[in-house]
């Protein structure tokens, strides 16, 4: 189901409605175009566009009887229309009709979700540089490494949303393409002239060349960019969470006043927005993988796509339209505990220092090999409860022979290891504040 949100632009997209609005839009410009080459009277043309209407109760009521979607819509406008009618779906195929208006529908969806990333994207760039000096411990494998600065986690984010941006970007090109071919895409029945037109009305490009169908590929790499905006929300939502864990509590979701987390424990802070993101980012990814199985059908068309798409069209432009929002508004309200990620720092007693040790015997004429096991063997200790990292380098006989006790204050120097962050925001940021 697809959550409640106030978010009406997007859901009327897929709206009946304005489907079947859509659908009436091509039959009356495709009949402009036919009017124009003076291939149907005018005169047909605009008694159409005066009288044709539809009920969308009406539709489903022949459309239990013929069991056909476009037939059931072009019988109740034909029963508004009168003797006209005759002239409308002249030439045309059903998916002439349903897949053009699929390319609009998700054409404008693309157009919102591109907002959403927008201001997803402002609003790390403004926790970035709010907190790009805020040093913090890096981890990989969850396990501490080297400081870097809860800014640079952002910064990370933010590039990576920059790229999602043209990844949609290019994928609403790639889906912006209508087709009016006729039954298998030979154009036997209507003029190429016709398909432009159409198309050009309705801000698309015609299909260079098309079966029955627009070609599935288009629709599964729309979709897919949406499971890959999905991935990342996934991504950024996974650190929340494990930032959020009462032993870590670097940062975590805003907690408004009369919110619960737990129906048994009163004291229960949860990252609910952030898991909420992370289940709804497999059904985006699930959806891109039914959009691929699309892509292999029978001969010049089969109908095996249309049910999958009549739900993954709606469900996944609506979903990461909706998770964007909610992010947004999480990395907005997000509080960030410096005093924490300090504390977090001094549990290992200097031990991200071990690399700067290592280079720093290297350049001293010791081989890798031996300063990596004179370093590990004081680390080693330090994580044994043996002493701080710093102290124990220091009264390291072998050590010592080669660094006094101010070069290894030198080398394990936090503003060294941080030396690079403001090159870094100037590269991702381009120089922006």
């Known amino acids: 189901m697809i959550p409640r949100y106030s978010l ?67 019988t109740c406008v034909a029963e508004n229309v009168g003797e006209a009618n005759r002239y409308m779906h002249l030439g045309l195929t059903s998916s002439d009709v349903l897949d053009t208006t699929l390319a609009v529908q998700l054409k404008e969806s693309a157009r919102l979700i591109l907002k959403e990333l927008t201001a997803f994207r402002d609003a790390i760039k403004e926790q970035a540089f709010r907190h790009k000096d805020v040093p913090a411990i890096g981890r990989s494998h969850g396990i501490h490494g080297e400081p870097l600065t809860f800014g640079l986690k952002l910064a990370v984010w933010y590039e990576e949303t920059c790229r999602n941006i043209e990844r949609l970007k290019r994928a609403r090109e790639r889906i912006a393409y209508g087709q009016i071919s006729g039954a298998v895409g030979t154009f036997s029945s209507i003029d190429p002239a016709v398909e432009e037109y159409v198309c050009k009305k309705l801000g698309l490009k015609p299909a260079p060349v098309s079966t029955q169908i627009i070609q599935r590929d288009r629709h599964a790499e729309f979709f897919t960019t949406l499971a890959i905006i999905a991935g990342s929300i996934d991504k950024f939502a996974t650190e929340i969470r494990h930032l959020q864990r009462t032993e870590v509590l670097e940062a975590e979701e805003f907690f408004s006043k009369g919110q619960k987390g737990s129906s048994a424990m009163p004291h229960k802070r949860n990252p609910v927005i952030s898991e909420q993101m992370c289940g709804l980012a497999r059904v985006v990814r699930a959806n891109a993988m039914a959009a691929m199985e699309n892509v292999p059908l029978w001969h010049e068309r089969d109908i095996s796509h249309s049910s999958v798409e009549r739900v993954i069209g709606p469900d996944s432009t609506i979903l990461v339209h909706y998770m964007l929002r909610k992010m947004t508004g999480l990395v907005k309200k997000m509080i960030v505990y410096p005093k924490n990620m300090k504390r977090n720092m001094e549990l290992t007693g200097g031990l991200y220092y071990s690399q700067s040790v290592l280079l720093a015997l290297v350049r001293k004429g010791v081989t890798r090999e031996d300063a990596y096991r004179l370093v590990q063997r004081n680390a080693m200790k330090t994580w044994e409860g043996k002493g701080a990292f710093i102290s124990l380098l220091k009264k390291d006989s072998e050590i010592k022979k080669y660094l006094t006790g101010k070069e290894v204050d030198k080398v394990c120097s936090m503003r060294d290891q941080l030396k690079n962050v403001d090159k870094i925001f100037k590269r991702v940021f381009k120089g922006e504040k």
Not at 21 to 29: A, F, G, V
Not at 53 to 62: C, G, Q, V, W
């Open 8 to 74: 009406p632009e997007l859901a009327k997209i897929w709206e009946p409605e304005n489907k079947f609005s859509i659908w009436l839009k091509i039959e009356i410009l495709a009949c402009e175009a036919l009017a124009k080459r003076r291939e149907i009277p005018a005169s047909a043309v605009a008694e159409i566009k005066k009288k044709a209407k539809f009920d969308i109760a009406r539709i489903d009521e022949i459309e239990r009887e013929v069991k056909h979607d476009v037939i059931a819509f072009l």
